[in-house]
């Protein structure tokens, strides 16, 4: 007897979207049909899109991984019926989605129905099948689908099937947990299922081979699992628990499946070790009786310059096809935070750079726009970088990101619209050329793998050569230059930390903040044993500075303004031939600026406290600064100001304006 003819690939995968398609007709029929359904029927309709949502999805993957060449005998129009296919999937997709959404507000009506008292005369066999899915929401126990081993300190190690109660829920996806053993630890929650002790031990006994495929195919896979599903998972939260601002954005439509929760943003407000004042503070050695990366040079009468590993000049030129969020949602900032980053963890300070748009072409990003007068800091695309990282991996993390308010509650946020590592070495140690790089952005966290920005734009095209050009085309992107050090910015960065990124056009006010630095703690001390409160308003509050980008720009303004009234010979920096008499007369003269203008902003009554993203503060704060400045060079200095009885200042402890470098440190290790 003859063996009975296998079926083509593309004909095999029709078949079985045949089928799915009768099921889910099959499902919305009995949803219709049934009215006002119960609880129980609710709950296993919903249960029934879940498992029909995975096997479509099994499906979509299937057919984007096929291509013609699989095919035993030729296919006439085989990309026409591979998007037919793919449409047919797309349709079913949405079809549950409704179908679950509806269900969900179902469940949640009934619920809140019940906790304001309004209990109809339901059965005391439905009160217990709902106390007994209470319990289980919010017990916090989850099924581990795959093994994760721990990848820095923080994390916890576990096995596939182990089961860990979750403490608690971040937005980025990394989820505090315990296990059996009382170990405590961050795991990212792409590796955990609901656990139903009842559906365990009947699953158990059952053997799903489908389940035992999930399962291999996470343990043996990317370091996290893809989360294709996040807006499935906000109709899954639902019934149990409240729904995440995120999840429940991507289901709305609001914002694509890619978006996130800002993974820097949020590393940034868990305290200072990511913000640039962090590394700016001079650094002690293993010994703790000297600095690090701070040196006097006798001979020079300067702090002596260091090279680093890393030290490069990097301009952001733009974003390209960056998608959109829905009308639901303002945006406040659209903006690029970037680090160095090892693939594990985050080497240096956190920084931003905030894009500008054009109505015509939202979805393009740029940077560095002409302005009138001095360019600000925050809009500045040309930044340094400085490591001295001896990591093998080491690179740089851009994450593109948006903050936002929703019109309907008014809840502000931070999303990652995308993000992008790049590699500064080779494989074989050797820097990566200076030249122009376009990025691909990935979707999800940086922890996460295979996440697409807008699935919608697949990176797999299939077709013909020109169809795959124009969707890589589409493509959200990010165009970055890494640029080579001359001679000048050479001797410039080599003044700076060891370890930092900032703007470009700061640059020289660091260096005058690091010699000014020297001088108090190296040339001028008594004793290097001393420990003693210096008193320096300058060391004390410049950091400030950095994360008060507009009062940096005053300082900047105020500077040139002084810079350009000073004699040829006296405005170089950096330049070796300079003459000791010439450096002491510029930091005497940056001394006046800084006392001038930053001391009476940083204490003024009048200036709103510095917020993030809120358009009418920051134009109240550079009214304020603007007025303050032309005060100044009206009246040649802030005397007049500062004694004016419409200058309103806050009153200070004379502590606020010394030093502790000692406790600097401690505050920085802590």
């Not at 999840?247 to 709305?252: E, F, I």
Request: net charge negative.
């Amino acid at each position: 007897m003859l063996a009975r003819r296998q079926r083509d690939p593309l004909q095999s995968l029709q078949r079985r979207n045949q089928e799915l398609k009768q099921q889910v007709d099959d499902l919305l029929s009995e949803s219709r049909l049934k009215g006002a359904l119960e609880a129980s029927k609710r709950r296993d309709i919903y249960q029934r899109c879940i498992q029909l949502k995975q096997a479509i999805d099994e499906n979509k993957n299937a057919l984007q991984k096929l291509s013609k060449a699989d095919e035993p005998a030729p296919v006439g129009s085989y990309d026409q019926k591979k998007e037919e296919e793919h449409n047919l999937l797309d349709k079913l997709t949405h079809q549950l989605q409704e179908l679950a959404v509806s269900i969900s507000r179902e469940n949640v009506t009934e619920t809140g129905a019940l906790t304001e008292g309004e209990d109809d005369d339901s059965s005391a066999e439905e009160d217990e099948e709902e106390e007994e899915e209470d319990e289980e929401a919010t017990s916090g126990e989850y099924i581990a689908v795959g093994d994760f081993t721990a990848q820095q300190v923080g994390d916890l190690t576990f096995k596939k099937g182990e089961i860990l109660l979750i403490i608690e829920k971040n937005p980025d996806g990394w989820w505090m947990a315990k296990n059996a053993k009382g170990n405590k630890g961050l795991i990212p929650r792409t590796y955990l299922e609901p656990y139903n002790k009842e559906e365990d031990q009947e699953s158990s006994e059952e053997g799903s081979e489908e389940d035992v495929e999930v399962g291999d195919e996470t343990a043996e896979g990317a370091e996290v699992k893809q989360r294709t599903d996040s807006h499935w998972s906000a109709v899954r939260k639902a019934i149990s628990e409240q729904i995440n601002t995120v999840d429940v954005l991507t289901t709305m439509g609001a914002i694509p499946a890619g978006f996130r929760p800002s993974t820097l943003f949020q590393l940034l407000e868990e305290g200072n070790q990511f913000r640039a004042s962090y590394f700016l503070q001079p650094a002690l050695t293993t010994s703790q009786l000297a600095f690090r990366d701070l040196m006097w040079d006798a001979k020079t009468g300067s702090i002596r310059s260091r090279p680093s590993r890393v030290s490069l000049i990097l301009t952001l030129w733009s974003c390209k096809m960056i998608p959109l969020p829905g009308a639901s949602i303002q945006v406040l900032s659209r903006h690029v935070r970037f680090c160095l980053f090892d693939g594990n963890k985050v080497l240096s300070n956190i920084h931003t750079v905030r894009a500008t748009w054009q109505p015509k072409t939202p979805k393009t990003w740029t940077f560095s726009p002409q302005v009138t007068g001095i360019l600000p800091c925050l809009l500045d695309g040309d930044c340094f970088i400085r490591s001295n990282s001896s990591s093998p991996d080491l690179g740089i993390l851009f994450e593109l990101g948006i903050s936002y308010i929703r019109n309907s509650t008014g809840e502000r946020g931070e999303l990652s619209c995308g993000w992008v590592f790049l590699k500064l070495f080779d494989a074989s140690g050797i820097p990566i050329p200076a030249k122009t790089y376009e990025l691909f952005l990935n979707g999800g966290t940086p922890y996460e793998k295979g996440v697409e920005v807008d699935p919608s734009v697949s990176r797999r095209a299939h077709g013909s050569v020109f169809h795959q050009m124009m969707t890589v085309r589409r493509q959200p992107q990010l165009l970055v230059k890494l640029r080579s050090l001359n001679r000048r910015s050479r001797n410039m960065l080599s003044l700076l930390p060891e370890t930092l990124i900032g703007s470009m056009c700061s640059v020289h006010l660091l260096i005058f903040y690091r010699q000014i630095l020297g001088d108090v703690l190296l040339k001028d001390r008594m004793s290097m044993h001393s420990a003693d409160l210096i008193s320096n308003p300058v060391l004390a509050t410049f950091p400030k500075l950095l994360e008060q980008p507009d009062i940096m720009d005053a300082l900047r303004s105020s500077w040139a303004e002084k810079e350009s009234t000073l004699k040829r010979s006296d405005k170089p920096l950096v330049v070796p031939v300079f003459s000791q008499r010439d450096k002491e007369l510029l930091k005497a003269v940056f001394l006046l600026v800084y006392h001038d203008c930053v001391l009476p902003l940083l204490h003024s009554a009048l200036l709103p406290p510095f917020r993030w993203a809120e358009e009418e503060t920051e134009a109240a704060r550079w009214k304020v600064i603007a007025d303050f400045l032309k005060q100044n060079r009206e009246n040649e200095g802030a005397l007049q100001a500062l004694l004016s009885p419409a200058g309103l200042h806050e009153p200070f402890d004379i502590s606020e304006q010394t030093y502790d470098f000692l406790g600097e440190i401690r505050k920085n290790a802590a």
